[in-house]
């Protein structure tokens, strides 16, 4: 079984270069959350796909845009569990659409303190989706 873990990344990251679109993720404390999201996972017997890590290695390596896309497409394809922490960020909600088209059970994370969307809280209707609300990151790998 195959888990695919999604957040923010662009908004994230610090962007290095003219012409980049995003940059690198130096900040540990959002590498820590997204740890405890994948150890979570791994306890429940799923193998994982960050691609903040396995794609381009936290902003670490810069891989075109439409090369990125390609990959994260294809990762999702293939995840038995699509995995998200959107905030309000375009990007994973981007990646979530794919994930409900192609039918693949989800799980939203969102702070409690976040305005719960009215896509998210619909998105049951079309795919198995379960939205975790949690106020800490002790809170959030209790639910999980």
């Known amino acids: 079984m195959k888990a695919y873990i999604t957040a923010p990344f662009t908004e994230k990251s610090v962007i290095k270069g003219k012409g980049h679109v995003y940059g690198e993720i130096k900040e540990q404390s959002f590498k820590n959350f997204l740890d405890v999201i994948e150890t ?3 306890e429940f017997g799923f193998s ?3 691609p903040h890590r396995d794609i381009h290695q936290w902003g670490g390596v810069y891989i075109e845009p439409e090369d990125v896309m390609k990959k994260v497409f294809d990762a999702i394809k293939e995840c038995d569990l699509f995995v998200t922490c959107p ?3 375009k990007g994973p909600n981007v990646e979530l659409g794919m994930a409900i088209a192609l039918k693949k059970k989800s799980i939203i ?3 409690e303190n976040e305005k719960l969307s009215l896509v998210h809280a619909g998105l049951k209707g079309l795919a198995p989706t379960t939205i975790v609300r949690f106020r800490d990151i002790m809170d959030m790998k209790n639910k999980l």
């Open 48 to 50: 994982t796909f960050l």
């Open 87 to 89: 905030e309000y960020s």
């Open 40 to 42: 979570v996972l791994r």
């Open 109 to 111: 994370i969102q702070n």
